[in-house]
């Protein structure tokens, strides 16, 4: 089900601009404001289940930090269990990690080795608040395969057009994006 005109609208209109954040040149898209509105967080989140509930997930998977916020209210919504994937060294068991690069040396995100259960195969939402160069995202999704589960799409609430973000993840799994910025 696509979101209306007015519930759009309501969403996009909580999300605060803050220009030069963290560094000159950069617009950040700051979702507090998003999850401070109970009217436009309700409808982001019933939009999220409505699409969803018939994928059949079996876990929502969310990206460290604002990721975990949607995706553990999704899963929660959906019926289905969450999944942390974080930046390294923050998971207190046996975990599985990925490398990406930065603009200046690499990152790493990792995941509880069983954290999809014990059979192979399960079918994983991943989820973040936005989707700018999708290195993160690319390897959030790798990851998720490597533990032999299934990513069946990527969920942005905001996905920055004008980069080569999301063409790029397209190529590992499908991608959806609530709110365009072009
Ligand atoms: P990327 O790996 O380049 O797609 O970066 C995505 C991650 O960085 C997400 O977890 C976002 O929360 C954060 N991020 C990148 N650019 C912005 C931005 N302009 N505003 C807010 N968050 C951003």
């Known amino acids: 089900m696509s979101l209306s ?5 309501l969403i996009e209109g909580a999300i605060r601009d803050i220009p030069d954040f963290p560094k000159p040149g950069i617009i950040f898209k700051d979702i507090t404001t998003l999850l401070n509105h109970a009217e436009a ?3 982001l989140m019933a939009h999220l289940k409505t699409r969803y509930e018939g994928y059949g997930l079996d876990y929502v998977a969310g990206i460290d930090a604002r990721g975990f916020i949607f995706g553990a209210a999704l899963a929660q919504m959906l019926g289905v269990g969450f ?3 974080r930046k390294k060294g923050k998971l207190p068991y046996t975990t599985v990690s990925e490398k990406y690069s930065l603009e200046y040396g690499f990152d790493e995100v990792e995941v509880h080795i069983d954290a999809f259960g ?3 195969g399960a079918k994983v939402l ?3 608040d936005l989707i700018a160069t999708g290195g993160t995202a690319k390897a959030a999704a790798s990851l998720i395969e490597k533990l032999g589960a299934h990513c069946v799409e990527a969920c942005f609430i905001i996905g920055l057009e004008f980069l080569p973000g999301i063409d790029s993840l397209t190529s590992l799994t ?5 709110i365009g910025v072009d």
């Open 83 to 85: 999944v942390p994937i």
């Open 174 to 178: 499908p991608v959806y994006t609530v």
């Open 118 to 120: 014990p059979e192979k």
């Open 5 to 9: 005109v007015d519930q759009k609208a």
């Open 126 to 128: 991943l989820i973040d």
């Open 41 to 43: 967080f309700g409808a």
